[in-house]
Nanobody
Framework: QVQLVESGGGLVQAGGSLRLSCAASGSIFSINAMGWYRQAPGKQRELVAAITSGGSTNYADSVKGRFTISRDNAKNTVYLQMNSLKPEDTAVYYC???????????????WGKGTLVTVSS
């Protein structure tokens, strides 16, 4: 079983920065893509950014040029550097990983419990 734990959320003023971290632990055989999703009150969860094990990235249009996703494969950790934050970035941010806990397991989607990011105007 793979566990994901996010950290780094908090309250920040518009224009400020935050860095989110997500560490995977437990029984891990392989981790493929990792990503960050967010869900604002009353809205559906949406992809923010994703990164493959090889380092290819993709971003939601709304965060391009402001957010940067990166990962440390040796530490099984993914990061999200968020700059020039806007009030509309306020949401619970969830870490996601496509991973297998054992060699015989199929790849599955794993989710963290989320970390709240609040951007004040």
């Amino acid at each position: 079983q793979v566990q994901l734990v996010e950290s780094g959320g908090g309250l920040v003023q518009a224009g400020g920065s935050l860095r989110l971290s997500c560490a995977a632990s437990g029984s891990i055989f392989s981790i493929n893509a990792m990503g960050w999703y967010r869900q604002a009150p009353g809205k559906q969860r949406e992809l923010v950014a994703a990164i493959t094990s090889g380092g290819s990235t993709n971003y939601a249009d709304s965060v391009k040029g402001r957010f940067t996703i990166s990962r440390d494969n040796a530490k099984n950790t993914v990061y999200l550097q968020m700059n020039s934050l806007k009030p509309e970035d306020t949401a619970v941010y969830y870490c996601n990983a496509d991973a297998a806990g054992r060699a015989e397991d199929p790849d599955m989607d794993y989710w963290g419990k989320g970390t709240l990011v609040t951007v004040s105007s």
